[in-house]
């Protein structure tokens, strides 16, 4: 990388905080943080509590590295925060956060522009107790969480019940209000976008069941298949999508846009699901991973997500 930072920059990184993905967000904050002072930086780490405003007014931050994932640090809320008190910050802004958090916003963003989507609808989750919302398979999922939090497969085996059972575990239990969507069977692939660059695709394979929490920050649970074994139209039409989706959405910073492609209808079969505005910087994430697969350190890519904060 030809253009690096000032070595005197003092840098907070937000990690942490309550949301589902809290024990991630700490990983993604510490691996962040440690690069940075590799790269000469003064950082401050920053557990976020509901004191952090106050915290930021005292520590003054030249920038802030947001590794927060979930809500409220990936939701708008703290990005509205440090508008307000004038502090640039990693990642995309107040408005693009409030709608790439939410799966039926983002659609309204992308599918008029003709970036394929599974079409479902919000449903009440006390009706899936009555009759399913879509032909199984489908899945449901929550409106607003990531890393695939609270994402339940309802199969034609009636593995929840047939209908949904009221006391059986699943996303019902915890939010009044579902995502019903047509379950894709085929591949999960994955494309990254850095400043203005679609970096690759990445194929994930579990070794047992979908790609869900545990899959995706178990080592060893899904295999990470960098750059995928699919042909090149797919290929280049996964790097269309994202970062058209990337550009779309006003996403800044880094992204990573996930997809299930059905691998019998060529690219007819190829969906975005959703695009993540923070996506995770674990050593199992896919955004250092495609980075370093096109030469990019994880302490270079850290530089560059806060260059282009400031």
Not at 144 to 156: K, L, R, W, Y
């Amino acid at each position: 990388m030809t253009d690096i930072l000032p070595k005197n920059l003092h840098i907070a990184v937000l990690m942490g905080g309550w949301s589902a993905e809290r024990e991630v967000s700490l990983t993604s904050g510490n691996g962040v943080a440690d690069a940075l002072e590799k790269n000469g930086h003064k950082v401050t780490r920053i557990d976020m509590d509901r004191n952090l405003a106050m915290v930021l007014d005292n520590v003054r931050p030249d920038v802030v590295f947001n590794a927060l994932h979930g809500c409220p640090g990936e939701d708008g809320a703290v990005q509205g925060m440090l508008d307000l008190m004038q502090i640039p910050y990693t990642h995309s802004g107040m408005v693009t956060s409030v709608i790439a958090i939410d799966k039926e916003l983002t659609k309204q963003q992308l599918v008029p522009a003709g970036i394929r989507m599974p079409i479902g609808k919000m449903v009440k989750s006390a009706d899936v107790f009555k009759a399913d919302p879509l032909p199984r398979p489908y899945v449901l999922k929550p409106l607003n969480e990531g890393s695939s939090v609270g994402v339940a497969i309802v199969t034609d085996q009636g593995n929840y019940g047939n209908p949904i059972g009221r006391d059986v575990t699943g996303p019902w239990q915890e939010f009044e209000e579902l995502l019903a969507e047509p379950f894709i069977k085929g591949r999960e692939l994955t494309t990254a976008v850095v400043g203005d660059k679609a970096l690759c695709v990445t194929e994930l394979r579990t070794k047992d069941g979908f790609y869900d929490y545990d899959a995706k920050y178990t080592e060893g649970l899904t295999e990470h298949i960098c750059p995928a074994d699919i042909p090149a139209d797919i290929a280049e039409l996964c790097l269309d999508y994202a970062l058209r989706a990337h550009q779309i959405l006003g996403c800044k910073g880094t992204s990573r846009t996930d997809f299930r492609w059905d691998d019998e209808l060529g690219t007819d079969g190829l969906f975005v699901l959703e695009t993540n505005t923070q996506p995770g910087m674990t050593p199992l994430s896919l955004v250092p991973e495609q980075a370093r697969q096109v030469g990019i350190s994880y302490e270079e890519l850290v530089e560059m997500i806060v260059k282009e904060a400031l």
